[in-house]
């Protein structure tokens, strides 16, 4: 009853065996082909991840050395003979809450006019006494915001009259620049930006210690500064940006997911929703620029919504991103298993409560990824925002949406194009280093949330 | 259609907008304004070039309208018939200083001394050889004039969006056009002859400076324009022409010396001022002498002061409240 | 192919009809809880379903057999009107329970599927906890006037369902952690807790192992105490094990119908017996 | 402030309709009749009946309201101001609203100014009585009308799912409104600028040089689209070039040959390239890429500028790998399990199932990825404004700096060109040149992708 | 659990082994071509196939039935090894083609699989002609010497198919565009056209009607006459039509396996009995 194994017989084989022949002969070649093939593949996928480790590196590269910038420590004695003011106005009994913020803000004026450059001055040359310079050279070893930080430090305390104190300054851009060595040191004077007496004692202050690199930190406190270039920040933009960030969720977020909803759920197949559709798939694809012009004609000409508003910038941003919440959402949608709508139908749901009950909760995942990625796209949105005048130059942190600001992106687009090269290359990138910082925030918190809500489920 | 009517029922901000030339004073204006005067807000500078700026400018009076424009020209007849059509009337003209136009190329190469019949000799696309209009023929600039190097010719210029294109054409190849021997033309065909340039050795910048210098750094046989500050904050990377034997400089500017600069402006929108706080003051600080004055914070960022009568003046009329009218630009 | 109209015949009709569905004779009549009458169903242009007519006797197992793609879902999805829920599903003829058209537009379809409930043929739980589950019917029908009350409706619906040992400690633990025999007597639960009249059952078992199988089976042998069920199955031998009427379909066509021992020994059609004895399918 | 009156005094009434409803059906409840729907749907239903007549009659005063107010000042003016021109009147207005709102005016106010100003305060603060009353009285009239329908047989959950789904398709139309709203802002322009410029002469003039505003040569300029065309299509086709073969074979190798492992690595990697900014890519290839290939440039003996067709599309090109691979892996996932097993169990190499059956199966889809791809890179602004070197001339060789029609919307829209001359106009008429390019491409990309998803379901 | 280790018996051994599957007898014992010994077979953690040990004889039909999910189609992809190309799966234990272990790291899996061939549960032309179809095969693995070589294979496989007559004036039109019997057909004849020694079927007509079920029945008699067949099946009256030999598989185990008319008459063991009887599935 065993089955015993007998080769098949001869003639069986002969045609068989010359058709193996064949398709041995042919392996060799085709296994070489699919080495190459895979090769390709491989070479492929090495490209793309080079373009990422080059494109970050680079950017880092460029970018991290801005994050230090030079400072001066030095004393500053506030001398009676240059701050020539009268004591701070104290409020009297019979005197109105009006008049007496009047006459505090007289003093303060008074304060202001000051030549607190005097001030700055002594202080820089005592700190090298034996050095000659001339004022403009002491001057410009340090940022010319630091005059105002001495009266802001003075009108909090005008006990410091007379008194000497150490105060840690912002060096200029140029000294930055020199003592980084941006700029070529072996050039001739003339086509240096600081004079021979002020690159020199910026370099006695570096070696005795009085100058120090220094963590920037004021770049995510300050807003943009032209008139003081070290100590421009990126805070107003990033206010700026989570503005528009908040307008995109509170639009973006509950329109898309009920016309989503609407378009996947409930709306008959038919001309108009097709129309809406294919509308929706080609608004995806619209080119950010026609909507900065849509938002140039309809919010700002026709409803004569502010400039520069976040606002606005955020109501452009949302029409942009609606169409990928919309699209991310009704795969999402589709996604969940007609069992389910059916399971929730089939004990007497109606369609509503079938889809806000059951169908929807099921996509949250789905649609809060959708969303992060869609607001990361806004967030890093540029063209747009250019043609509603969001490329202001705004020295304050914008108070609410309507008041006028910049964006991150933006705020990179502008420094690129400062003048002063030597630092603010280094200073784009380290905005850029910011915004990828974000992005790459926002995406881990959407992998992680993704992760926890659909571990639940 | 005015739902920002009904948002922004009084703004203490005030708003600036337009040329990118002036922008960097303005900005730096505004921002010293903010420190110095606590009871004020800072204002904000919106780009968006002259045009831009004046187009908001002459949108109306009211909330939702810019309060100053910035120039880098003179307005003109039209956009004032505008904005008077819009009801601002009450246009106050501010002349800040001048801004003077540099020709730099890249700091390892040889000096250039130009004139403008150079430059128009290099670019246009038809010079006159022996009295006839030809082809232009040049290659390298010392066949223009043998005192130039021996470097082959690629100008960047900007485009026709920048104002700064408009008086390269007047103050230079205009001139440069008179000088170069052209035969008689008639008005068209000068015209032509001075607006038609060799696109094998014009660059046209369409964008900001910033593209200029890298086109020098990628091509260093490059000459480009440039403005004087821009030019100045990067002297360790370019090397500055003279031009007419003049060295572009705050002084030889200043002094008229030097043939290629214009002058630069602001408008402020008279109906404004009262209304949104501060304007007066602004204007006075723009032109003081620590800002606008000769030593200045602006001069030190790169404008070109004007003389102090001058400035005196425009501050005097503005004071008065004399409004620019079609008939004093015609 | 002729075009449906949906009413082709008068309402007056109904009672008076017979279904004329070839049958095996039957003895002893059980009321009857639902009645068809010339039944088709259009999916677009397509015709899946021809002129069905039967009637479904109160508490008893109905099964409906037949090979794939019969008609046997389609038929089933009438009697609640899921089939309102396909895009493109027309209905024609009659269809009444406890003698009113369910099909009149004055009665809201999720009204009667509170009265007639359903069971898939995968278990498909809500992704909620077990409790929710089952409380969901009850609370979108206003069932239970306080959480005593639907406790009450939770405990007892499991424990018809013969669940509520298994799962009494873990109430709040997600439904879909259960086995996937659990799962489908917690949608039998689910099912149950709005109370029902007829209870409709695709394939329950077909996503089932053998021993989960028995389960259930002997569950529904318990529910038909309560319940008029109506169960579809396309083993011959589970409709031999749990029902007592059977309906034999063929392609679109209700073939026969009958006491379930008769249709198993003798059926009238030629196509019945063919099925049986392993032919085709 | 009015705002804030108006808002919380609907409300107050939403809250009070809700309470009345629910208690209402509430008691029909408990009192053991059998009711169709649940309190809440009956509750619910009574505040919506009562909240929308109230936003309707504010909905109308919003839209007609100003036109009301005008009139009304009109009737306060003299006949003699009436009867100015048009602008003069208007300017007029102006004057009185701002009088009255407190902005104040230039000059001295003319007494009928003022005395308008004072009728139009008085009439302004009686019409928001008016307003607000009415729209009490009305919401009071839907709330009582609705609470007397509360009856056991009311299908009050129907109606709220028919509002539900009102609301749902108002949402939808929102897509729609965008796109309604892109081609009107952007038709009337062009159309403006239509008058200026001959469509011959726009759609094929060779040569762009619009002039300048200032000369009065602006009319006269040329503004030849083809110089643009051709830059848009060089630049993209080169992206394309770049982006094609490298993400059609990433797409391959991870769908295809790639562990888990490793598919789970590198896609998020790759797809990381499609989450960083525009103007980072922008920066990129300004500082980094540009130079580095004019380097390359001069080593091979080549003329390849810095900013040029060549770099901008490179780099947009690394910005659309991952959009390709993506959208590849999509499509390619979706062919049938069973097509590859059928190639693979007739003997054939997975390269051969791939080229052979995938691909051509996947075709339609990869087609439509391109497409869309194409219509990207068109639409891209902020590499190309950085990288390309705006260079509007018909050029060959992609070493050139080009233009693209992006790049020139914003150069046109921020520059010093008159706002109301053809300079500034042209934008519009390039933006709809390039929304309906890119509508052509992504109509034809879903065609084809809508095609191929009804083979296989 | 215990893991498996890739060869548990060494292959001296093969040949001495009996298979030990409870078998019922077989008198006319057919040359063996295919041999499997204690094939097991996991994805990841999980044993889907527990030592399975069958021969199968040259030139008949060999059916596989049993339960779903029992390892049924998981056996069969291990016959020409389309089980490496799912992830995770791992197979252990010896199976010979012709008396080589076609596990051997020698043997290239491309050239087994064109000895081998395989129809699917689902027909799966390419979206090509049907000329393409069918030439696809012999085309890749470089078969035909010529055009009119190509040509001759091509319509003597769809003959040995029973298509040709059917498709003849229309071999350059999409082969999707054919009925789903047709299609399956197809398949068939697709792989024919590499002349395989072996064919495997996972059941081939679960997605087609009674009508083209019964003409691909017949087909897959004829085909027997050529070619050694092993078909899945979940029909039992399927097996008992076109199989000569049946195995029965249960939870991963091959429970007995035998001539079909034994095993549906008098079966060893006590599961197939309650099987084959419907006391499951
Ligand atoms: N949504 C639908 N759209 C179009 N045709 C459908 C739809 N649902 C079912 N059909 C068709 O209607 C016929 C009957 O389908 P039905 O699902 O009722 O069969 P069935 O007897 O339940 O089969 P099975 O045993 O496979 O579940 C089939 O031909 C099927 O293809
Ligand atoms: N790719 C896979 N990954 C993991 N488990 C699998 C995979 N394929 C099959 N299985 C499991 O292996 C077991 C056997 O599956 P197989 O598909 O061989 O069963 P079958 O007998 O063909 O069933 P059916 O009749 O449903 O086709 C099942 O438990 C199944 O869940
Ligand atoms: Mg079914
Ligand atoms: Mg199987
Ligand atoms: O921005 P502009 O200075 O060139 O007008």
């Given at each position: ?11 069986a ?33 090495a ?6 480790a ?50 505090l ?70 000294a ?15 086509q ?11 370099d ?13 930190w ?33 639009l973006?977020?509950?329109?898309g ?100 009950h059951?169908v ?6 789905g649609?809060?990824?959708a ?57 784009t ?29 | ?43 904000v ?28 020209r ?29 020709f ?13 019949v ?35 010719i ?31 033309l ?37 000459i ?21 034997g ?85 | ?167 009494k ?113 | 402030?009015n ?63 100003d ?147 200032s000369?009065?040569?602006g ?37 295809q ?51 040029s067709?060549?770099t ?105 060109t ?19 390019m ?20």
């Open positions: 009853m065993a089955h015993s194994f007998t080769p098949p017989s001869e003639q084989l002969d045609g068989s065996a010359e058709r193996l022949k064949r398709i041995r002969a042919g392996l060799g070649k085709r296994h070489a082909r699919e080495r190459r093939f895979r090769a390709l593949g491989i070479a492929a996928i490209a793309a991840l080079g373009f990422v080059i494109l970050f590196s680079m950017i880092l590269y460029q970018g991290l050395p801005a994050f230090t910038q030079a400072n001066l420590e030095v004393d500053v004695h506030f001398d009676p003979a240059i701050v020539k003011v009268a004591a701070r106005p104290v409020r009297d009994a019979q005197q109105s809450s009006a008049e007496y913020q009047r006459a803000l007289d003093w303060e004026r008074k304060v202001t006019m000051v030549n607190w450059n005097r001030v700055l001055e002594q202080s820089i040359k005592a700190a090298a006494p034996d050095f000659e310079i001339d004022t403009k050279s002491a001057l410009s070893i340090v940022e010319t915001s630091e005059r105002f930080r001495l009266r802001d430090m003075f009108v909090a305390d005008p006990g410091l009259l007379g008194q000497t104190v150490k105060v840690k300054m912002l060096a200029s851009a140029n930055d620049n020199w003592l980084k060595g941006n700029i070529d040191r072996s050039l001739p004077d003339t240096q930006q600081l004079s021979p007496s002020a690159r020199m004692l910026s006695r202050f570096m070696e005795d210690g009085q100058m120090r690199f220094a963590f920037a004021h770049i995510f406190t300050n807003s943009d500064s032209r008139s003081a270039p070290a100590s421009a920040g990126l805070a107003g933009a990033f206010i700026g940006s989570l503005y528009m960030m908040l307008v995109v969720i509170v973006a977020v509950p329109i997911v009920m016309s989503a909803v609407y378009l996947e759920e409930f709306a008959p197949k038919n001309k108009f929703t097709d129309f809406i559709e294919v509308n929706i798939n080609n608004l995806a694809a619209v080119p950010s620029i026609v909507f900065g012009l849509l938002g140039a004609a309809v919010f700002i000409n026709y409803f004569r919504l502010p400039l520069s508003a976040p606002l606005v910038g955020g109501l452009v941003l949302t029409l942009m991103t609606l169409p990928t919440i919309i699209i991310a959402t009704r795969s999402a949608l589709r996604a969940v298993p007609p069992s389910l709508r059916q399971a929730a139908l089939g004990i007497g749901a109606s369609k509503t409560q079938t889809v806000f059951h929807l909760p099921v996509t949250y995942p649609i809060l990824t969303t992060i990625i869609g607001v990361a796209q806004a967030l890093g949105e540029t063209a747009p925002l250019l043609l509603i005048g969001m490329n202001a130059f705004v020295a304050q942190i914008p108070g609410s949406p309507l008041e006028p600001s910049s964006a991150l992106p933006v705020q990179i687009y502008l420094w690129q194009g400062n003048e002063n090269r030597n630092f603010f290359e280094a200073r990138s380290a905005a850029i280093i910011v915004l990828l910082g974000l992005m790459l925030m926002l995406n881990a918190i959407a992998i992680f949330l993704r992760a926890r809500l659909e571990r639940r489920k | 259609a005015s739902l920002g009517a009904a948002s922004a029922q009084s703004r203490d901000t005030m708003q600036i907008a337009g040329s990118s030339t002036v922008l960097p004073f303005s900005s730096i204006v505004a921002e010293e304004f903010g420190q110095a005067f606590p009871e004020f807000k800072t204002p500078v919106g780009s968006g070039g002259t045009g831009g700026g004046l187009r908001q400018f002459c949108a109306g009076v009211g909330d939702n309208t810019i309060d100053i424009a910035n120039a880098s003179r307005m003109k007849a039209a956009e004032i018939e505008s904005c008077n059509a819009a009801g601002v009337n009450d246009i106050r003209e501010i002349q800040i200083g001048y801004d003077g136009i540099v730099a190329s890249n700091a390892s190469k040889g000096e250039f001394a130009l004139e403008p150079h430059v128009f000799k290099a670019i246009a696309a038809q010079v006159a050889v022996d009295g006839k209009l030809v082809d232009n023929p040049y290659k390298s600039w010392n066949e223009i004039d043998a005192s130039l190097p021996n470097q082959p690629s100008l960047a210029i900007p485009a026709s969006n920048h104002g700064t294109r408009e008086v390269f054409q007047e103050k230079v190849i205009a001139d440069g056009a008179k000088a170069a021997g052209l035969p008689e008639s008005k068209e065909e000068l015209e032509k002859v001075t607006t038609t340039f060799r696109q094998d050795v014009v660059i046209e910048i369409a964008g900001d400076y910033t593209e200029t210098l890298s086109r020098l750094q990628s091509n260093a046989d490059t480009g324009v440039f403005g004087l500050s821009f030019y100045d904050q990067n002297r360790d990377t370019l090397k500055v022409a003279t031009v007419s003049v060295t572009p400089s705050l002084e030889t500017v200043a002094a008229g010396e030097y043939p290629v600069s214009r002058p630069l402006y602001f408008y402020v929108k008279g109906e404004h001022i009262g209304t949104v706080p501060g304007i007066n003051e602004f204007v006075e600080f723009y032109l003081s002498e620590q800002m606008a004055g000769l030593g200045g914070t602006l001069e030190a960022a790169g404008l070109i002061p004007a003389p102090a009568e001058e400035t005196a003046a425009v501050l005097a009329a503005f004071q008065e409240g004399k409004a620019l009218t079609v008939d004093a630009v015609k | 192919m002729h075009m449906p109209t949906d009413k082709i015949v008068p309402q007056s009709d109904l009672y008076s009809r017979e279904s004329t569905t070839a049958r095996t004779p039957d003895e002893n009549p059980l009321p009857v809880r639902v009645k068809a009458r010339d039944v088709s169903v259009f999916y677009g242009q397509k015709q899946a379903l021809f002129d069905v007519s039967i009637d479904v006797p109160e508490k008893s197992v109905t099964a409906f057999i037949g090979p794939s793609g019969c008609g046997k879902s389609t038929f089933l999805r009438c009697l609640n009107r899921m089939n309102d829920t396909i895009e493109g599903c027309r209905v024609s003829g009659l269809i009444a329970l406890d003698g009113s058209d369910i099909y009149d537009p004055s009665l809201d379809p999720v009204e009667l599927r509170a009265r007639v409930g359903m069971v898939f043929q995968k278990p498909n739980p809500f992704p909620k906890s077990i409790y929710e589950n089952v409380a969901y019917g009850p609370r979108i029908h206003g069932l239970a006037r306080s959480r005593s009350d639907m406790d009450a409706i939770v405990e007892s619906s499991l424990q018809k369902a013969g669940l509520w040992s298994e799962v400690d873990r109430l709040h633990e997600a439904g879909t952690g259960l086995s996937g025999g659990q799962q489908q007597r917690l949608c039998i639960a689910r099912a149950i807790a709005v109370s029902p009249e007829v209870i409709l059952m695709d394939e329950p078992c077909s996503a089932l192992d053998p021993i989960a199988t028995a389960r259930i089976e002997e569950l529904i042998d318990e529910l038909r105490q309560n319940y008029t069920i109506v169960i579809v199955t396309h083993s011959m031998q589970q409709a031999a094990r749990v029902s007592q009427r059977t309906a034999f379909f063929h392609l679109g066509n209700l073939v026969e119908e009958g006491p379930t021992d008769l249709i198993f020994t003798s059926p009238v059609e030629k196509r019945t017996q063919d099925y049986i004895t392993g032919r085709y399918g | 402030m705002t804030a009156i108006v808002a919380s005094l609907l409300l107050l009434m939403l809250g009070f309709a809700y309470q009345l409803g629910w208690s209402r059906s509430r008691n029909m409840a408990v009192s053991g009749v059998k009711i169709h729907s649940r309190p809440a749907y009956h509750a619910s239903l009574v505040a919506f009946w009562a909240l929308l007549p109230a936003l309707l009659v504010l909905g109308l005063w919003a839209l007609f309201g036109t009301a107010t005008r009139t009304y000042i009109l009737a306060q003016l003299p006949t003699e101001i009436t009867s100015l021109t048009a602008a003069d009147l208007e300017v007029t207005i102006r004057r009185i609203r701002q009088i009255e709102s407190g902005f104040g005016v230039v000059g001295e106010a003319q007494t009928y100014e003022n005395s308008a100003a004072q009728a139009l305060r008085e009439f302004r603060a009686l019409t928001f009585a008016f307003v607000v009353a009415t729209a009490a009285a009305t919401g009071a009239v839907g709330l009582f009308l609705a609470q007397r329908r509360i009856n056991p047989r009311l299908r009050a959950r129907n109606e709220i799912e028919r509002i539900v789904r009102v609301l749902l398709i108002g949402c939808s139309v929102v897509a729609i409104l965008t796109t309604v709203g892109i081609v009107a802002s952007l038709l009337a322009e062009a159309f403006r600028f239509f008058t200026f410029v001959s469509p011959i002469d726009f759609f094929f003039g060779t040569v762009w040089s619009p002039g300048f505003s000369t009065g040569a009319a006269s300029g040329k503004y030849g689209l083809l110089p643009l065309l051709w830059g848009t299509l060089m630049v993209a086709a080169i992206a394309i070039l770049v982006a094609l073969p490298i993400g059609l074979m990433t797409a391959i190798y991870l769908t040959y790639a562990t888990p492992r490793v598919r789970g690595i590198v896609k998020p990697i790759i797809e990381l390239l499609a989450g960083i900014p525009t103007i980072v890519y922008g920066f990129f290839a300004l500082v980094t890429v540009g130079p580095f290939l004019a380097g390359i440039g001069s080593a091979l003996g080549l003329d390849i500028r810095a900013t067709a060549l901008a599309g490179v780099v947009m090109g690394v910005m659309i790998i991952p959009f390709i691979s993506s959208l590849s892996d999509d499509v390619i996932r979706q062919v049938p399990l069973a097509m590859r097993d059928g190639s693979l169990g007739l003997g054939a190499t997975q390269s051969e199932t791939i080229r052979r059956v995938v691909i051509p199966a996947a075709l339609p889809g990869i087609v439509g990825a391109f497409l869309l791809a194409v219509s990207r890179a068109i639409g891209e602004t902020m590499i190309v404004v950085l990288a390309a070197g705006n260079s509007p001339f018909l050029r060959l060789n992609p070493g050139e700096p080009v233009s693209t029609v992006t790049v020139t919307i914003v150069n046109q829209l921020t520059g010093d008159d706002f109301a001359s053809p300079q500034s106009l042209v934008a519009f008429a390039l933006g709809l040149t390039l929304f309906v890119t509508l052509i491409l992504n109509v034809a990309a879903l065609f084809i992708v809508r095609r191929y998803r009804e083979q296989y379901d």
